[in-house]
């Protein structure tokens, strides 16, 4: 629950009391959560773990695929996923800055909207990069860039991708999700707005186990100190540790059971 959900629940506090008095079980995403819901009127009793259940995202491996498989190394591949409208301008420019001093470095751009591809587009060409187009069948081959603008394929490119720029952080979106691109393992890069994951993000912040970034120039740099496989493995690895949930899945499934009746 945000500030501005419980700032509205609490203009109606009878109403918010007897709601939530009602509530045998709940649990929060965040502790922020939690001791709102407790202020409207959650019994404590009623209170569970605080977990977030997007941090139990199976990274499972997509279906082979040889024309990307074969094409992509990891370690000279980066991904900007799920990016909006502006992110493409500051991720393509810190692209084509590093690929003067990196010829070999690949690219791929999911974004969040694929509709948008021919936006993207014109400023792939405007940076003077070769692209190639996932939604055409066009196979990644030599191209500076990779156009993935198809639907449910974000586990392929992560699978691809030793560091992952998370889109909707730049542009006032809130950011997407870290938990996907840290369950492969990925060094993780965001932007100053991530309040649709904040505790997340904090929990990154805290542990210094990803990169923030403001602009073109800064995440270049960012990349540039990723460079080496062995500097992507540990930023990943310390995404993962940063991310891990205190609680597990059995701690709220068990008092969920008892709360149903017999069967």
């Known amino acids: 629950m945000s500030a501005?959900?419980?700032g509205t629940w609490a203009r109606f506090p009878r109403l918010a009391r007897r709601l939530l008095g009602r509530v045998r079980f709940a649990s929060a995403q965040d502790t922020a959560s939690a001791e709102r819901l407790l202020a409207l009127g959650l019994s404590p009793a009623a209170t569970g773990p605080v977990m977030d259940l997007k941090a139990f995202y199976d990274a499972a491996l997509p279906t082979a695929d040889p024309d990307v498989d074969q094409t992509f190394q990891r370690d000279r591949t980066w991904l900007a996923a799920s990016t909006h409208e502006g992110e493409e301008e500051v991720v393509l420019t810190a692209h084509a800055m590093l690929r003067r001093v990196d010829p070999g470095l690949r690219l791929i751009i999911a974004p969040r909207h694929p509709q948008r591809?021919?936006?993207?587009?014109e400023e792939i060409r405007r940076q003077g990069l070769s692209y190639a187009r996932r939604s055409s069948g066009a196979a990644p081959g030599n191209v500076d860039?990779?156009?993935?603008?198809?639907l449910g394929e974000m586990p392929r490119w992560y699978a691809c991708s030793g560091r992952v720029f998370i889109g909707g952080t730049l542009r006032d979106r809130g950011g997407h999700t870290p938990y996907e691109p840290a369950a492969f393992g990925a060094a993780l890069i965001h932007g100053p707005d991530t309040r649709n994951f904040a505790a997340a993000f904090a929990r990154l912040t805290q542990t210094d186990a990803a990169s923030q970034i403001r602009d073109a120039n800064s995440l270049a740099e960012a990349l540039r100190g990723l460079t080496t496989a062995d500097a992507q493995i540990a930023a990943g690895v310390a995404a993962q540790a940063a991310l891990r949930q205190e609680a597990d899945l059995q701690d709220l499934v068990t008092p969920i059971l008892r709360l149903l009746p017999e069967p």
């Open 4 to 6: 501005g959900t419980a």
């Open 117 to 121: 591809a021919d936006d993207i587009i």
């Open 145 to 150: 860039v990779y156009l993935a603008d198809t």
